[in-house]
């Protein structure tokens, strides 16, 4: 358990003070260090930090940040100890309310009672949320047993329970595949993964290793239609989908089981950033953040998934360093650099983080595409720089690494983002 400040040890004010230490947090905390902020508080509302990463107790995680394969809590661990070498104040249990534009943070916690630190600048670091039934109105009977896959992953991973005994999984996420392999580990019967796409919605290590080598169907183009059962889950029914995504009643059949796991997407929780009136994106559902990401509120800076869900938590690390090495710095009287160059997704990119950039910067785009393209894929960045990637599929984050040399000779304000088969270049 680390230190858990109470209201005597915390500072009325801080330079730095970050909502959420989940692996965006913790590298922010590091990153605002780093850049000579000296007084800063990371803040959770769970016991421990970690996010996430607490319940991913398979591995998966680090090969980018440590250069090698380590599991979730270990990630986590690895850089707490360093939060805490870095007389960074962890206070956990601790639910921060409000944050208000002139970065006053209000926070709720047993310790401390309800209490109020103003902040020289201030990282949103909340993470995401899962997607309910609720999101896709799924007709039928509303007994026990569905439930969201990252909550059958906590009830199993850290509470010891099984949430059933013979388990359907709607979507192909990787917290579903993740928890397909877990739950046929555990003994559970797993009967199929129904996913609504025509291809999986979760990185292709997991279909191989989560499914594949465990002869776990994968059904694609299908979808649950309907939920049976009274108190207990008894039979769900699945149907094949049309081109347009619409069930073909026809064609359903239904399966047995207990359990319906929902592995149907994350959302931003981007509450806060929403009520503090910061500028949304609406192909993310997360704030609009610049080069250093900082959104359109000055001081106040978001990184990780509660900006656009990534798929890598070494993404998250990276992008969140980058957050608090300029939270640090501007809360330590550094000049904000000018944002002069804008991004927008262009043909078969979905979004773009960050929106706008700075042309003496040296930036790393992520985007996720709208459709697969398996073969020789070519990245653009207007007409100024190209990359030629193996393939590219929505389930994968791609990034593009751009620098002054890059972006010097562009004359404009607008930059689109394209990633299109490489035989359509050519033609
Ligand atoms: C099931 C699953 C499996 C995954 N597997 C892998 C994998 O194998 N490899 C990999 O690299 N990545 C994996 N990921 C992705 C990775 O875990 C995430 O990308 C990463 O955890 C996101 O980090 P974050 O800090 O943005 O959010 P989170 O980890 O969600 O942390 C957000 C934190 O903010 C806190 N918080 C939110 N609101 C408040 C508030 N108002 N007050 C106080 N605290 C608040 C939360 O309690 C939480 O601790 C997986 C994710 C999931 C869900």
Redesign the pocket.
């Known amino acids: 358990m680390p230190i858990t400040p109470d209201r005597r040890h915390l500072q009325s004010r801080y330079d730095v003070v970050i909502?959420?230490?989940?692996?965006?947090?913790?590298?922010a905390a590091l990153g605002a260090r780093e850049r000579g902020a000296e007084h800063v508080l990371l803040?959770?509302?769970?016991t421990d930090?970690?996010?996430?990463?607490?319940?991913?107790i398979?591995?998966?995680?680090?090969?980018h940040a440590f250069g090698e394969e380590v599991t979730?809590p270990e990630?986590a661990g690895r850089f707490l100890e360093q939060v805490l070498e870095q007389d960074v104040d962890v206070l956990t249990d601790?639910?921060?309310?409000d944050v208000t534009a002139d970065r006053r943070v209000k926070?709720m916690s047993p310790r401390v009672g309800v209490h109020t630190v103003d902040a020289a600048t201030v990282v949103l670091?909340?993470?995401?949320r899962?997607r309910t039934r609720e999101a896709i109105r799924i007709p039928g009977d509303r007994p026990s047993g569905v439930m969201t896959?990252?909550f059958a992953?906590q009830l199993v991973n850290l509470e010891g329970y099984l949430p059933g005994r013979r388990a359907v999984i709607l979507g192909s996420g990787?917290?579903g595949l993740?928890?397909a392999r877990r739950l046929a580990l555990e003994g559970v019967e797993v009967v199929g993964v129904f996913e609504l796409l025509p291809q999986p919605s979760g990185?292709t290590r997991?279909v191989v290793q989560c499914l594949d080598d465990l002869d776990i169907p994968l059904h694609l183009s299908t979808t649950v239609i309907r939920i049976h059962g009274r108190d207990r889950v008894e039979r769900v029914t699945v149907a094949p989908v049309d081109d347009d995504r619409r069930p073909i009643p026809e064609k359903a059949w239904d399966v047995d089981c207990d359990t319906l796991l929902l592995s149907i997407g994350?959302i931003p929780?981007a509450?806060?950033a929403r009520s503090l009136g910061a500028q949304l994106d609406p192909l993310t559902g997360g704030p609009v953040v610049s080069g250093t990401m900082e959104t359109t509120l000055p001081g106040v800076f978001a990184?990780?998934?509660?900006?656009h869900?990534?798929?890598?938590?070494?993404?998250?690390?990276r992008e969140?360093q980058v957050a608090g090495e300029a939270a640090g710095a501007l809360a330590t009287g550094a000049r904000r650099p000018d944002q002069d160059i804008r991004l927008i997704p262009g043909e078969n990119v979905a979004y773009v983080v960050p929106h706008t950039i700075a042309s003496d910067g040296t930036h790393t785009l992520s985007f996720r595409v709208r459709r697969p393209i398996h073969g020789p894929t070519v990245l653009r960045l207007g007409e100024i720089h190209r990359r030629k990637v193996r393939a590219v599929v929505p389930a994968e984050m791609v990034t593009m690494k751009v620098s002054p040399r890059i972006l010097e000779g562009f004359r404009g304000d607008v930059l689109r983002v394209d990633a299109i088969a490489a035989e359509e270049v050519a033609r």
């Open positions: 909502v959420g230490a989940g692996p965006a947090g913790m590298a803040v959770d509302r769970e930090p970690g996010g996430i990463l607490l319940q991913c398979h591995s998966g995680f680090g090969l979730g990630y601790a639910y921060v309310m926070l670091a909340m993470g995401a899962e896959a990252g992953q990787d917290i993740i928890m990185l997991n994350l929780d509450e806060l990184a990780g998934n509660v900006v869900v990534n798929d890598l938590a070494d993404w998250v690390s969140a």
